[in-house]
């Protein structure tokens, strides 16, 4: 049995767990950023940075805090119901509802969008996402090494490529930095922390804990401690790689927009650097590792659902649950990458204040006995006002103006905008869940309830 790892160990599950979460919206994301926020290119990106690093490094460390064996075992501390349906929400967001069919949707417009006239785009893009999710499905269906031997050459190609591509955009700007779209002109660290949420790390980052945990336990590490300790110096690797990149591609964005003008998403921002700076073949190159890059996480999302559903509904075959799982991909992603990015976002603002609450219990959980009724307390104020924050945004985003909306909702929304703060920006449920945290975890202290079998 082994006590410590040594560094390159380190280093190299860390590459391992940036490879993990290295995809579609990790470089579409900044690259948006950069072009919005123009002139507040800095608050906008640490804000970015808080929510599209720190909260996956958070959920990385939380499973290893926990013990948990997998997620559903975490969530079941608050309830066994909200445990199933909180992770098989989970795994539907970050599988075949929206990132799954995000890499194909991203992989068709950083590859080969530009190349294609205007009039051919739709059924470029379904021959292209047909093709895509096929060889998805048919190695999902039988599992093989090429898929981790591609993921593994990737992720050093693309540190490569792309660090070459950013280096050149610090040398040799594109353009100057222009004045701030009007959601960045104001309260650009704010609206940089909501615009992290699309990564959808933080979400996944509660399913790849896991992954690393079990990495760490065949390498011989079982105490709670030292795994907590390895989990938090590899997430720190995998979090150093993904804030460098975050930083360099949210400034390439920004120099861009002189030359190129704003686009709808971050794709067409690195293809057309690529082609700015190396000419064709840095296109064909970028093209070539993304697309690649892409379907590996799309084999990876399509797995690890068809093996999730599959543990919860055993009658269903895996097979099964892959063959629906990526015909269903297919069809959003010939939505496009511009809605699935937009329909995303009420799901994302739902669900990210429900994971967050989860991770801030499990650290705080010694301190108030692992009480349940504190778990449910929490979780159950954060759903209250995020379930309506979802719904306000769905609303929005469908372009249904606020005095269409039901009597209902104006009436809460009202009420909210008038009791909590930073309600404006999406972030209002933080400081009722912690004052929600803090009177019940003294009562836990106090009463000493039963506490949750751990």
Same mark, same amino acid.
Not at 58 to 67: N, T, V
Not at 401 to 413: C, Q
């Given at each position: 049995m082994q006590n410590k790892l040594s560094f390159s160990s380190f280093v190299l599950i860390g590459i391992m767990l940036f490879a993990l979460f290295f995809g579609a919206g990790n470089l579409i994301f900044p690259a948006q950023l950069g072009q919005y926020a123009g002139e507040n290119i800095w608050p906008a990106t640490v804000g970015f940075l808080l929510t599209g690093v720190g909260?996956?490094?958070?959920?990385?460390?939380?499973?290893?805090?926990?013990?948990?064996?997998?997620?559903?075992e975490l969530a079941d501390r608050v309830h066994p119901i909200y445990g199933l349906l909180f992770t098989a929400t989970l795994y539907l967001t970050i599988g075949p509802f929206f990132a799954a069919p995000r890499t194909g949707a991203v992989a068709y417009e950083i590859g080969i969008a530009s190349s294609i006239p205007e009039?051919?785009?739709?059924?470029?893009?379904?021959?292209f996402t047909f093709l895509f999710f096929a060889i998805t499905l048919w190695l999902s269906l039988n599992p093989a090494k090429i898929v981790d031997r591609i993921g593994k050459l990737m992720s050093p190609i693309i540190i490569v490529l792309l660090l070459g591509l950013l280096i050149m955009a610090f040398v040799n700007p594109m353009g100057k930095i222009q004045p701030p779209t009007d959601a960045f002109a104001d309260g650009a660290f704010l609206k940089g922390l909501t615009e992290g949420y699309n990564t959808m790390d933080a979400l996944a980052s509660l399913v790849f804990g896991i992954i690393i945990i079990n990495v760490l336990r065949s390498m011989g590490l079982s105490d709670r401690m030292k795994i907590f300790s390895a989990t938090a110096k590899a997430g720190f690797v995998a979090s150093g790689f993904l804030a460098l990149l975050y930083v360099g591609i949210a400034y390439l964005g920004a120099t861009t927009t002189e030359r190129f003008g704003l686009f709808e998403t971050g794709g067409p921002v690195l293809s057309n650097a690529a082609s700015y700076y190396f000419g064709t073949f840095g296109t064909?190159?970028? @093209?070539?590792?993304?697309?690649?890059?892409?379907?590996?996480?799309?084999?990876?999302?399509?797995? @690890?659902?068809?093996?999730?559903?599959?543990?919860?509904?055993?009658?269903?075959?895996y097979k099964t649950f892959v063959i629906i799982f990526t015909v269903f991909c297919f069809v959003v992603a010939n939505f496009g990458? &511009?809605?699935?990015?937009?329909?995303?976002?009420?799901?994302l603002m739902l669900l990210y204040p429900l994971a967050v609450v989860l991770m801030l219990l499990t650290f705080t959980s010694p301190l108030f006995r692992h009480a349940r009724f504190v778990y449910m307390s929490a979780t159950a104020v954060a759903f209250l006002i995020s379930v309506i924050d979802g719904i306000k945004t769905l609303y929005t985003t469908l372009g249904i103006? &606020?005095?269409?909306?039901?009597?209902?909702?104006? @009436?809460?929304?009202n009420f909210y905008d008038q009791l909590l703060p930073l309600y404006s920006d999406g972030l209002d449920w933080i400081l009722p869940v912690l004052i929600v945290m803090i009177f019940t975890g003294i009562i836990a202290r106090v009463l000493k309830p039963a506490a949750i079998r751990m």
């Open positions: 909260l996956p490094f958070l959920g990385i460390l939380a499973m290893g805090f926990s013990g948990s064996r997998n997620l559903q009039s051919y785009t739709g059924i470029a893009l379904f021959l064909v190159m970028l @093209a070539v590792v993304i697309i690649l890059a892409c379907l590996t996480t799309s084999i990876g999302l399509i797995t @690890a659902c068809g093996e999730y559903f599959h543990t919860i509904i055993p009658k269903v075959g990458l &511009s809605n699935i990015v937009t329909y995303s976002v009420p799901v103006e &606020s005095n269409e909306w039901p009597a209902w909702l104006t @009436a809460i929304v």
